[in-house]
């Protein structure tokens, strides 16, 4: 399976940007779909990931409320809408896809780094004035 994140760039801080993950010739039907993000210098964490199985959802605690992920279906796309974004939201995202689990229990540890199957190439988030 190949992902493909996009989306990323040079942004004020208090801006916003969506990040897209897309397959080609291969449907997010079944799998847990996740958010990456590495910064310099530090280990890549979880931000946010979604089931395909109930659309429940997980955030980091550093980006609750300011971030949202969403699916379409349609587009075999997934989204993460990125608002009042900080300095300290800078670093390379990736997207990431494991087989699906419900994240009404135990988010944290399903969207976890360790159970992710396929990775896409990362896209670079700047917030910067």
């Known amino acids: 399976v190949q992902l493909q994140a996009s989306g990323g760039g040079l942004v004020q801080p208090g801006g916003s940007l969506r990040l897209s993950c897309t397959t080609s010739?291969?449907?997010?039907?079944?799998?847990?779909i996740a958010w990456f993000r590495q910064a310099p210098g530090k280990e890549r964490e979880a931000v946010s990931c979604?089931?395909?199985?109930?659309?429940?959802?997980y955030y980091d605690d550093s980006v609750k409320g300011r971030f949202r992920i969403s699916r379409d279906n349609s587009k075999n796309t997934v989204y993460l809408q990125m608002n009042s974004l900080k300095p300290e939201d800078t670093a390379v995202y990736y997207c990431?896809?494991?087989?699906?689990?419900?994240?009404?229990?135990?988010?944290?540890?399903?969207?976890?780094?360790?159970?992710?199957?396929?990775w896409g190439k990362g896209t670079q988030v700047t917030v910067s004035s």
């Open positions: 990431a896809i494991r087989p699906d689990i419900s994240l009404v229990i135990a988010a944290r540890a399903v969207c976890a780094e360790h159970g992710m199957n396929y």
């Open positions: 010739g291969h449907t997010l039907d079944y799998y847990t």
């Open positions: 979604i089931s395909s199985s109930d659309d429940s959802t």
